[in-house]
């Protein structure tokens, strides 16, 4: 043993060394953030997949040139804007410190590279590229977006929330055709993703970026600066609820994303940890049908299902009977967005069998079975199928509900085929309110036949409004062109809204400081000792 | 016996061919074009076209079958549809967990199981042999999953004497390795105890009425000395053989333990391949878990020769 | 196992099966069930699995409501006059879909057995007779035995659609290869034996003989086999349900009963606890009057397992 002089000496040296040795890599971290998302990581392109954990990806390791704060306006994030008096040309300054994690700058070469990508698959970005006439590199740090007419989309589609935001990516990531997917992990955002760490559909683990340089004005929604607390933090997945919360409760990890309503009252009254609802990240369900196929090329067999089905049973068997987590709204754009409405509430929130049974005897339905997809292996899902299939029975539909996985609900929804051919009738999902409350972007209104969502609604008049919304810069015609596409989304059954529920972030009480935005984000949250 | 290790050994390969067949057609003849789970949503007819066409699907099964079992005997195992890693790389990352979990699986429950059947042999008929043999028909036939769920109630939630869920390699520690083990072994040695104890018991049965016990007893050997040097030394090949051939058990029974305590091993992988159609995933899995049961048992048959000295080659 | 024979042999090779003179001569079927229940537990098991069958088949009759009808509204109850064992997470009623549960359970079992005995059965027959069959699908079935059936089971329910029968021909696999082993050995073993060279030298055709005097010798092993099969593929279906790749959830299945009810065990635990228990006492029912049938038919595989 050495003199006790020299002892703390030797300490010292030893926790230095300890420190560099394990400086760069995953820090031994003093303070690490463990969170059971919503759904595993098992895919590392925030573009290409509409699946909301990877949007959440996306906002550990990339960044936004926009974003919006609580109110929703855009701000600036990693650019600033001007605007050119005629309303058409959009000038784009990127600001400074901006790096990538490998150390090189992120570059106006890499904003442009990154939104041609996200506008070819967006339905924002789509819109956005239509009335692009040229958008071109300036020099290191500036782009401009010219477009054909004057319109106010730039800032909507560029500071695009939820659904796909437009991350930037380096360039030489960004060139990657939308057919194959990215499976680099460098961003510029306020988290590194460490790579040995990743286990695809287990865990992910996400270190503090110490190069990221946070905007000066205090976080607000997504906008202001993304100060970064925390040194890690772990995605871990768990398959089964049941054992999520038993590690909640054995402290073993920080952070549930959306724990089950039902599991609510085991932790509700414990003040270890605290529950909170997160309002833009609640949820709209939504009834879809294929109109391709009989028979729901015929109108009338689309206003009976809207008739049939009713909001309440859905919303029961998802967050508890008659519980406050869950709303009906008649809106198809959300009740608490600025298209809010409430055409023909009466007819989607309750249901009508005796009215869609009448419509069924004039048609003269045959009895073919309306193939439905259930999903049963998410929580918000699984309770989807059962109801809408009792409801259309008792409306005297013949319903074969075929139960699957989710994946397989994605790629069968993609089939045009008939019913024995792979095809479908039916489906059902959840949307976020704000991709929910968009109407350029939400997938459930774009009825261009072809180029729509899954179920390929045609109506004209509705992709002309979308397009006139786009280019209208008057709020008050905004809200006046968004009702009438609500009116001719119902009157055409393009969707039957379902009811809005919210989920239930749970957290270990010592963290504090989430943000209330569109996502949940890391940046911002504290954890005490 | 070289001879004959030998031809052992080389009947394992047309085994391991035809479980390759197997797994190939099952997936290959199911409905669903691998080319669309690649391409994602937003693939192109001539993309998807090009994509078939890289990945051979164009060409006549039998071929195909022969470019894949070229493959894997190359080392190649192809890349996961779903995550774009390779399926090698995937499958070692998970194979450390499921190692974990069946080893200490397989100790305890022998180490349990052993001890449970010579008593109940050396009670046959009393009240103690019938303990023990109900209770392992009842191991058999109580799920997994719910002795599972009633020991996380009991030893975890309760008790607090072990966590709820997780796994942590060896290198982060002996205890925290070992004390997450302790609940998904136990759940998972149920009826693998039950199994061993009663081919324990019933082999003792029989050893303990052949002529050479008899003299043995009637020498003066006590009755332990008789269990314990005659009966279960005799006893060993049939239950080194159960415990080759329940293999497949343990197998379907980590699938489900896995899931309960959230160990990221092999069971897990394939669970979440089959729910993705993540064909590439699932074939090599199957086909890993398949060889290791081959060659369990090909190790079983070699040790018959060891253990008793009856067989002779 | 070389053979094994069956009460009705023309000449029972009766070599080193001492129990097999008291079962056989008196023959039949009545012997045997009274031989099965002579004692306690196999009673009880009897009693048990009687009265399990008794609710399957009386299931409308026994008070019980729509086990498919949902009603969100009344979800999560717990017993009382109305719902006798409570409501699930979709308002249905749990006793309504235990007792329709048996149902499922038992024909899954049933169904499992009926199709891998049929398959193993013609496997096995072929095998043990053609010795260009034998080479060919042996080796097939050696390839099936290796790969672990829980996950064959789970590959073939999520390739090709989750429905009941698909749920039954992806339990049913795994278990032909054993069977059709069995009755190849059993074969092989008869083929040589002199009355069976004798008929063939009298010119017997070749189903005749299978049909007359080699099948009868796989009677006994194929009922013992078959309560194992029976057992097992009711615990297959808990678990495929369990994983998610089961009988489709809204059927009222045991299995799919404890899918649903995993998200609220440490809420209602009854919910997994009550179908569990079904589960259990039926498998370990039919175990034990497996065992028992095994210890008077097959004392030979008795020492085996």
Known sequence: MPPKSIRPGIFKTALLSLCLST??????????????????????????????????????????????DSKGQ???????????DDNTTYTFTLRDGLKFHDGAPVTAEDAVASLKRWSQVDKTGQVMASLLSDMSVVDEKTFTMTFSEPTGIALIALSKPSGLAPFILPKAAAETPISEPITST????????????????????????????????????????????????????????????????????DFYEQIPHDLLPLVEGNPDFTADVYRKQGSQNLARMNHTLPPFDNPKMREAVLLALGQQPMLDAQVGAASDYGTICAAVFGCDSLYASDYRAEDIIQPHP??????????????????????TDLNNLAPQGPVIAQQLRDAGFNVDMVSMDWASVVARRASKAAVADGGWNMFSTTNVLPDVGDPIGFIGVAAGGESAWFGWPNVPEIEALRGKLARSSDPAEQKQIGQEIDKLVIDNGVMVPMGEFYNVTVKSAKLTGQLDAEAPVFWNIEKAE | MLGFVVKRVLSAVPVLFMVAIIVFMVLRLSPGDPAV????????????????????????????????????????????LVSGKPVAALVMDRFGPTLALSLSTVVLAVAVAIPLGVIAAWQQGKWLDRLVMTGSVLGFSVPVFIIGYVLILIFARTLGWFPVQGYKPLSAGFHDFAIRLVLPSVTLSFPYIALIARIVRTNVIEVMNEDYIRTARAKGMTEGGVLMHHALGNAAVPIVTIIGVSIAMLIGGVVVTESVFNIPGLGRLVLEAVLARDYTVIQTVILLFSTIYVFINLGVDLLYGLLDPRIRY | MTQTPAPDTPIPPARDLPEMDSAAPDGGFGALVRGVLSSWPSRISALVLGAIILMAVLAPFLGTTDPVAINPALRLQGSGPEHWLGTDSFGRDVYSRIVYGARISLA????????????????????????????????????????????????????????????????????????ARMVRSVILGVKNEPYVEAASVLGTGVWKMVWRHMLPNTVAPLLVQGTYIFASAIMTESILSFLGAGIPPETPSWGNMMADGRTFFLLKPELI?????????????????????????????????
């Open chain 1, 354 to 375: 005796a009215e869609a049974k009448a419509i069924l005897d004039e048609v003269g339905y045959d009895g073919t079975p309306i193939m439905l997809m259930h999903a």
């Open chain 3, 273 to 305: 606890l009550y179908p569990g228990a079904m589960v259990s006492l039926t498998v370990l029912s039919v175990n034990m009057l497996g065992d028992v049938l095994r210890d008077r038919l097959d004392p030979r595989m008795a020492k085996r397992l």
């Open chain 1, 23 to 68: 400086a760069g890599l995953a820090v031994q971290a003093e303070t690490t953030v463990t969170a059971v998302m919503h759904a595993p990581l098992r895919a590392v392109d925030p573009v290409i997949s509409t699946a909301y954990i990877l949007r959440n990806y996306g906002y550990m390791v990339y960044d936004t040139l926009l974003a919006r």
């Open chain 1, 186 to 253: 460098i961003g510029s955002g306020p988290f590194k993703f460490v790579e040995a760490e990743y286990q695809p559909g287990v865990g992910a683990t996400f270190i503090k970026n110490e190069d990221y340089v946070p905007r000066d004005e205090p976080a607000d929604g997504l906008a202001g600066g993304k100060v970064v607390k925390i040194d890690k933090v772990v995605w871990t997945t768990m398959p089964d609820s049941m054992t999520a919360v038993s590690a909640l409760l054995a402290g073993e990890i």
């Open chain 2, 37 to 80: 789970m690649i391409g994602g949503p937003n693939a192109t007819p001539d993309q998807l076209a090009a994509l078939r066409e890289s990945m051979g699907l164009n060409k006549p099964l039998l071929e195909q079958l022969f470019i894949w079992l070229g493959a894997i005997a190359q080392g190649d195992f192809g890349v996961s």
């Open chain 1, 74 to 84: 855009p701000q600036p994030q990693m650019a600033s804007w001007t605007v050119s």
């Open chain 3, 108 to 179: 899954v079992g049933a169904g499992t057995v009926l199709v891998s005995l049929l398959f193993g059965v013609f496997f096995g027959v072929i095998t043990g007779y053609f010795k260009w069959a034998d080479i060919i699908v042996m080796r097939f079935m050696d390839g099936l035995m290796a790969i672990p059936g829980i996950l064959l089971a789970i590959a073939l329910v999520a390739i090709s659609g989750a429905t009941l029968t698909t749920v039954l021909i992806a339990i049913s696999v795994p278990e032909i290869p054993r069977i």
